[in-house]
Nanobody, 116 residues
Framework: QVQLVESGGGLVQAGGSLRLSCTAS????????MGWYRQAPGKQRELVAT???????AYREAVKGRFTASRDNAKNLMILQMDNLKPEDTAVYYC??????????WGQGTQVTVSS
C-alpha cells in the first residue's frame, strides 16, 4: 500500500516562505523520480517540481527561482522549499511519483494559503 504524507503548509503573507515535507513509502520512492503537485480550487492538479533519484530538479515556469526541491533517499523524504510566495501559489500541495504508472493513490496533501 502506498503511503504519502505531506506536511508543512500554512497561511503566509505574500513574499513569505514555507517548507513542505513529504514522506513516502519505499515502493514508490526508491529509485523513482518524484514530483510535487498542487491543486488550486476549481482547477486541475498541476505538476510543480520534479526530482530524480540523483537530485536533478525541474520546475514549472511560474515557480522557477522561488521553489527548491530536494530529497533524502535514505529517509524516503522530499522537501519543497518555497520562497517569495505569491497569492497564485495558494493550493493544496501533494507529492507523488512522476510516472503515472506508479501513481496508485494520493495523500491528504497540505494546504498552502498566501495572502496578498
Amino acid at each position: 500500500q502506498v503511503q504519502l504524507v505531506e506536511s508543512g503548509g500554512g497561511l503566509v503573507q505574500a513574499g513569505g516562505s514555507l517548507r513542505l515535507s513529504c514522506t513516502a513509502s519505499g515502493s514508490i520512492f526508491s529509485g523513482n523520480a518524484m514530483g510535487w503537485y498542487r491543486q488550486a480550487p476549481g482547477k486541475q492538479r498541476e505538476l510543480v517540481a520534479t526530482i530524480t533519484p540523483g537530485g536533478t530538479t525541474a520546475y514549472r515556469e511560474a515557480v522557477k527561482g522561488r521553489f527548491t526541491a530536494s530529497r533524502d533517499n535514505a529517509k524516503n523524504l522530499m522537501i519543497l522549499q518555497m520562497d517569495n510566495l505569491k497569492p497564485e501559489d495558494t493550493a493544496v500541495y501533494y507529492c507523488n511519483a512522476l510516472s503515472e504508472r506508479l501513481i496508485k493513490g494520493w495523500g491528504q496533501g497540505t494546504q498552502v494559503t498566501v495572502s496578498s
